[in-house]
């Protein structure tokens, strides 16, 4: 199952405008993360944020976080064309514990029109 | 320095046939995670190998099965297919376990059962 919920599903907007997307999460966590993925391709790591951070930026990308809500969200500034693709937030599973099991929301599909 | 490198890129398996998915994580890197992406279930996480071990596995029947080689490398075998296998797996290879730092993943498999 999932852990978190994406919203929205999908986000339709022109360049040079801002993207924010939103993610939720059910338990505790380390980090949170989010991904990238283009036409079903492979996944590309873009930023990951630390249970004890709120706030962090990565170029155009800002994303904060808020662990008494349990959730997340990825600003994009400025939006480009090549930003069109699907995002993703992912949470490791065992709070706590060392794993590399990641746990994804169910993304959302932003479309950048020229 | 080459990235994670997943082969085949594309595979068409008949209903009951086996198949054998390879992973070759980034050079020094000892942990690999697989994952399935369905359209329905979006991203699942299968497996977690590190120093030759499974450290983790998800919620998939024992059809799903997976080594990792001394060098690393990872493969997964799915036994007698079902039409519900075809998915895009993916692959994701850390360094160590439970950094705080994203993976990085392949471009993935796409798996068609017909």
């Known amino acids: 199952s999932q852990q978190g919920e994406e919203d929205p599903q999908a986000l339709s907007i022109q360049e040079g405008e801002n993207a924010t997307m939103n993610c939720s999460y059910k338990?505790?966590?380390?980090?949170l993360q989010w991904y990238r993925q283009n036409s079903g391709r492979g996944l590309v790591h873009l930023i990951l944020?630390?249970?004890?951070?709120r706030e962090k930026h990565s170029g155009r990308l800002r994303v904060t976080l808020d662990t008494s809500k349990k959730s997340s969200s990825l600003l994009i500034t400025a939006s480009r064309a090549a930003d069109t693709a699907s995002y993703f937030c992912?949470?490791?599973?065992?709070?706590?514990?060392?794993?590399?099991?990641?746990?994804f929301g169910t993304g959302t599909l932003l479309a950048v029109q020229p | 320095k080459a990235g994670v490198t997943q082969t085949p890129r594309y595979l068409i398996k008949t209903r009951g046939q086996q198949v054998t998915l390879s992973c070759s994580p980034i050079?020094?890197?000892?942990?690999v995670s697989w994952y399935q992406q369905t359209p329905g279930q979006g991203l699942q996480f299968l497996f977690e190998?590190?120093?030759?071990?499974?450290?983790n596995k998800g919620n998939f029947p024992g059809r799903f099965s997976g080594r990792q080689f001394s060098n690393s490398r990872s493969e997964m075998n799915v036994s007698t297919l079902e039409l519900g296998d075809s998915a895009l797996y993916l692959c994701?290879?850390?360094?160590?376990?439970?950094?705080?730092?994203?993976?990085?993943f392949g471009s993935g498999t796409r798996l068609t059962v017909v």
């Open positions: 994701a290879s850390s360094l160590y376990v439970g950094l705080d730092y994203g993976y990085t």
């Open positions: 338990t505790s966590i380390n980090n």
């Open positions: 944020i630390r249970s004890n951070e």
């Open positions: 992912a949470t490791d599973a065992e709070y706590g514990g060392a794993t590399n099991k990641l746990i």
């Open positions: 050079s020094g890197h000892r942990s």
């Open positions: 190998y590190f120093s030759e071990t499974q450290r």
